[in-house]
Antibody, heavy 124, light 111 residues
């Protein structure tokens, strides 16, 4: 049973960098069968896909956040991470990591497994 | 404003059936069979209910079904139960640079 667990600071100051890690258990990131994504949800609002990484290190980011986002993978630790720079109050959200089946040509299939989510507040 | 359009709310009585629509464009819902539906209870992570338009993951009740016609996908829940009360989100792969788009969510109330 694959599980995902987000971790990181719950409070980040404006203009600083938000850093989160997703630990995968019960399966290997290196299997090559999945894309590993970050998705966020501002309080009371809908879902926004941030970007994904493949085990090889290949990434794709939502253009609306691309200039501020970096997603990386550490296969030795079975983890992938999110960095979001120059944060503002608009980045306050629950951040989820999620898995989707690998489909060639960078097509995203459904997110079949999600972490429980971690709330990040941007405030001084 | 979300890329996919869903009704803000729907309601139904126990035992009834309801349908939630999700309208996009030919660049997303209408052009690909990568439409998914998620159920989200308050304070919980979304749960995949339907993938690739009409497929149910293992463990999801067969009371949940999905379909698509043109640029509009639909989620139907039959035999409504109290535990179905939740927010429902659709999503789709898109050929635009955004790659993945979500609907704004629909709040289902079981009366």
């Amino acid at each position: 049973q694959v599980q995902l667990q987000e971790s990181g600071p719950g409070l980040v100051k404006p203009s600083q960098t938000l850093s989160l890690t997703c630990t995968v258990s019960g399966g290997s990131i290196s299997s090559g069968d999945y894309y590993w994504s970050w998705i966020r949800q501002p309080p009371g609002k809908g879902l926004e896909w941030i970007g994904y990484i493949y085990y090889s290190g290949s990434t794709y980011y939502n253009p609306s956040l691309k200039s501020r986002v970096t997603i990386s993978v550490d296969t030795s630790k079975n983890q992938f991470s999110l960095k979001l720079s120059s944060v503002t109050a608009a980045d306050t959200a629950v951040y989820y990591c999620a898995r989707s089946k690998f489909v060639p040509a960078a097509i995203l299939d459904a997110f079949d497994i999600w972490g429980q989510g971690t709330m990040v507040t941007v405030s001084s | 404003q979300s890329a996919l359009t869903q009704p803000a709310s729907v309601s139904g009585s126990p035992g009834q059936s309801i349908t939630i629509s999700c309208t996009g464009t030919s660049s997303d819902v209408g052009g690909y069979n990568y439409v998914s539906w998620y159920q989200q209870h308050p304070g919980k992570a979304p749960k995949l209910m339907i993938y690739e338009v009409s497929n149910r993951p293992s463990g999801v009740s067969n009371r949940f079904s999905g379909s698509k016609s043109g640029n509009t996908a639909s989620l139907t829940i039959s035999g409504l139960q109290a535990e179905d009360e939740a927010d429902y989100y659709c999503s789709s792969y898109t050929s635009s640079s955004t790659l993945e788009v979500f609907g704004g969510g629909t709040k289902l109330t079981v009366l």
